[in-house]
């Protein structure tokens, strides 16, 4: 090894440091080239094992509602993106595609995407991609790669590619976010819990420069908005924290704290379990820190789980994205019974729906959404809308982990939301809920309601 090369790489670590003692900027720690495992198409022309669940389309209290998946335990993960005119839906047993009525179209194991669990989803509509992530801890080489796969085009049942990034100190899945240029990715364990990757490149199917951050940035967010910078945002205890991804001059990524600002919240802590009919044993309500945040009109959305007068309800919240100044927050509780694993979705007119599910001791986890429109009273929601009923007792404190909701990425207006219930064993089942906000379908649905 060379003495330039040495004295070098000490100077390349000395910035590294400098930089994150400056408190407002902060730069990759590492860099690694990954080149991806390219698939012509979702089901590699047929070669992938099928998977085919859910469908059943139907009207639900005047919404189209259809199934997912059917055949999960009782932490099936459930997430949806909506985009080229179809609904792409994963779970920890693999994923599949709907068309927007709720038919089945294909569907194959997740060991065709390099396999993992603990799927997230986004459709990027600014790129007119989707991708999600499978995390593998079971690997022999002990890798426990983070599987980032990404499509050509706006068609699901096209060509991707997978990029299996290394985490070998990871302990669960991460979550994971994008802008105009970034993909973003943070997960729990190790020192370097942040990676980013530019998606022109996983678009293009070229080997990949993946930057490490050290420690975490944050939970990414969807950037709705057309921006290039990728948004990271954390909940302490006592504030909200915001940073944001940008391209120094060079073309590599350096992170710029945006604010960090005390949310003066009254209900921030983790919520407790909930209740079920017929049992002593009670249910994961989620997880105070939020599965889903979006950039959307310049600020971030997002709901969550916290304990409020000992249940379990959901919160959700508009922050401000420059200052980090809650714009407007809301709170679904109730006296009688348990709200749990939200997520939240909202569209270019800002307005909001969120998915959410129903637990408590006369009742088994039901799937639950609830809406708002832009112009409703800041901090208020329309009625709570039941899209099914639990079956049966769960037999163990897991639930979830998660749900979703996300906004149609073709029209940038309807909104969707995938929740859990319980089926006669106690297992999970999900449905999928379509909840239009363009004028046309509101009338329809209207129509339909009433009949």
């Not at 990715?185 to 980013?196: A, L, M, N, Q």
């Not at 249940?311 to 508009?318: E, F, I």
């Not at 007792?393 to 969707?416: H, M, R, T």
Request: glycine share 12%.
């Amino acid at each position: 090894m060379s003495k330039a090369y040495l004295l070098g790489l000490l100077l390349s670590l000395t910035g590294n440091l400098q930089a994150q003692t400056i408190g407002d900027t902060v730069r990759p720690v590492r860099t690694e080239m990954i080149s991806p495992i390219h698939k012509n198409s979702f089901n590699n022309n047929g070669e992938c094992p099928e998977r085919k669940q859910g469908g059943n389309s139907r009207m639900v209290n005047g919404y189209l509602v259809f199934d997912g998946s059917m055949d999960g335990n009782r932490q099936v993960d459930p997430q949806i993106a909506v985009g080229g005119g179809y609904v792409l839906h994963g779970t920890n047993n693999g994923l599949v595609i709907y068309n927007k009525k709720g038919e089945y179209v294909q569907g194959i194991s997740q060991k065709c995407f390099n396999n993992g669990i603990d799927p997230k989803l986004f459709f990027d509509a600014h790129n007119q991609v989707f991708g999600f992530d499978l995390w593998v801890y079971w690997d022999s080489a002990k890798i426990k790669p983070v599987n980032i796969s990404v499509s050509e085009t706006n068609d699901p049942r096209g060509a991707w590619n997978t990029y299996p990034v290394p985490a070998p100190k990871g302990v669960d899945g991460g979550g994971i976010g994008y802008s105009k240029r970034w993909i973003g990715y943070s997960f729990p364990g190790g020192t370097e819990r942040t990676f980013v990757l530019k998606t022109a490149d996983a678009k293009s199917g070229k080997p990949a420069t993946i930057y490490h951050f050290s420690g975490s940035l944050g939970h990414p967010v969807y950037g709705q908005d057309g921006t290039d910078d990728i948004y990271f945002f954390e909940i302490d205890r006592d504030k909200f924290v915001i940073r944001r991804v940008t391209e120094a001059a060079d073309g590599t990524p350096v992170c710029v704290l945006v604010s960090s600002k005390p949310h003066n919240l009254k209900y921030v802590g983790g919520p407790p379990q909930s209740p079920q009919y017929g049992t002593q044993q009670k249910v994961s309500s989620g997880d105070r820190n939020p599965k889903n945040l979006v950039l959307q009109s310049g600020s971030i959305w997002f709901s969550q789980a916290v304990h409020c007068e000992g249940r379990a309800a959901v919160q959700w919240h508009q922050v401000n994205a420059i200052d980090g100044t809650i714009v407007q927050t809301g709170l679904i509780k109730s006296d009688t019974t348990n709200y749990i694993q939200t997520t939240l979705a909202v569209n270019k007119k800002n307005d909001v729906l969120i998915g959410f599910q129903e637990a408590n001791g006369n009742m088994f986890v039901s799937p639950r959404f609830a809406y708002r429109k832009s112009n409703d009273a800041a901090g208020t929601i329309r009625e709570i809308v039941r899209v099914g009923e639990g079956r049966g007792a769960a037999d163990g404190v897991a639930w979830g982990d998660y749900s979703g909701s996300v906004v149609d990425g073709d029209n940038q207006l309807d909104l969707w939301t995938i929740q859990s219930r319980s089926n006669e064993k106690g297992r999970g089942e999900t449905v999928i809920v379509q909840v239009p906000m363009t004028k046309n379908k509101m009338k329809q649905k209207k129509k339909q309601k009433t009949r």
